[in-house]
């Protein structure tokens, strides 16, 4: 199959991943335009890029209707929402080419409870743990966990914007934290997993259903504080290659 280099891409999301998505995007040969959507204002200062500020980037037939009108020969979605939302399903059913899994395969990242299934069904190691409905439950599991000493792990099963999880020394901080998620989300479901301790890397692979690509390790900034003081966040930065880690691809 011969590739065709596109010329106009359609860039969903407005975050600082998209900004280093369409800076790197335009700057490619032959790429004569990269319109995001919604984007922001300093994505816009980009060469070569063009912001839709009204843009839902949760609103899949929209903006099939906006590549299809911008002749865009390829869509790019940035952040984990829209994919779980559909956005490149609704891209893919009026033909433009997505890089992005469907709203099926995202649902590995929308759903913790989920990823702990696939995970045990394929025989992956995976912290001990389980997903609950109920306070009551959710805390009964997290005391006897906490029993071992080595503290409690409590994830919203949805989204959070990497804002889901509480890494809690004891027990009683678990049960706040089981407190605090189904006071915020009453009909969600929240996963308790057992503290696993060291440094953590993320391998992100590219595939297509039958051929894969492995990036370089990376390792991210996640806690708030110097010393792992404060809680998780989003995500403070990363940094790659790593000096205790080998890239797979070299």
Known sequence: MS???????LLVGGGAREHALAWKLASEPGVNEVIVAPGSDAIAAEPRVRCLPGADPLDGPTLARIARAASAELAVVGPEAPLAAGVADDLRAVGVPVFGP???AARIEASKAFCRDVAEAAGVPIARGAAFDTAVSAAAFARRL???GDGVVIKADGLAGGK???VCDDGASAQEAIRRRFERDPGGRVVVEERLTGPEASLVVLADGRDVLALPPARDHKRLLDGDRGPNTGGMGAYSPLPDLPDPAA
């Open 3 to 9: 590739l065709v280099q596109p010329t106009r891409i």
């Open 102 to 104: 469907s709203a099926a």
């Open 146 to 148: 906490a029993a071992d």
């Open 164 to 166: 889901g999880v509480d």
